[in-house]
C-alpha cells in the first residue's frame, strides 16, 4: 500500500499546519497509524501514532516535544489520519511520514519497525 501524505510547506513559528494521509485500506478494527519526521542530519523520531484494536478501544501517544502541540485525528468517513500541528517551533522543521499497520505496531515509545507501509513523506519548513 502507497500511502501519499500531503499538506507540508512553509509557515511561520507560532503557526499551524495540517498534514494528511489517507488511510482507505486500514483495517477499521484493528489498526496503527504513526506519524514520523526526520529533520536534515538528524535520525528520524516518532511524533505520535494512533492505534485500534477490538476490545481494547482507540489509543493515541504523542512524544514529549509534540504532547499538547501536535493532534493526531482519525477521520474514517474520509479514510483519512490528519495530523494538526500547533504552535510549531524552528525545531519542527523536517520531512513528516505516515505509516500504518496493525495495532500492535503503535507503541509508547514510537518505534517505527513493526509499520507495514510508508509514505514519502511531506516537508514542513517552519522559519523564526
Known amino acids: 500500500v502507497q500511502l501519499v501524505e500531503s499538506g507540508g510547506g512553509f509557515v511561520q513559528a507560532g503557526g499551524s499546519l495540517r498534514l494528511s494521509c489517507p488511510t482507505p485500506?486500514?483495517?477499521?478494527?484493528?489498526?496503527?497509524v504513526g506519524w514520523f519526521r526526520q529533520a536534515p542530519g538528524k535520525e528520524r523520531e516518532g511524533v505520535g501514532c494512533?492505534?485500534?484494536?477490538?476490545?481494547?478501544?482507540?489509543?493515541?501517544y504523542y512524544a514529549d516535544f509534540s504532547r499538547g502541540r501536535f493532534t493526531i485525528t482519525i477521520e474514517h468517513g474520509e479514510d483519512t489520519v490528519y495530523l494538526q500541528l500547533n504552535g510549531v517551533k524552528s525545531e519542527d522543521t523536517g520531512r513528516y511520514y505516515c505509516a500504518v499497520g496493525w495495532s500492535f505496531a503503535c507503541v509508547l515509545d514510537l518505534k517505527g519497525q513493526n509499520y507495514l507501509s510508508w509514505g514519502q513523506g511531506t516537508q514542513v519548513t517552519v522559519s523564526s
Open positions: 494512533v492505534k485500534q484494536a477490538e476490545g481494547i478501544g482507540q489509543t493515541t
Open positions: 485500506t486500514i483495517h477499521k478494527s484493528d489498526y496503527a
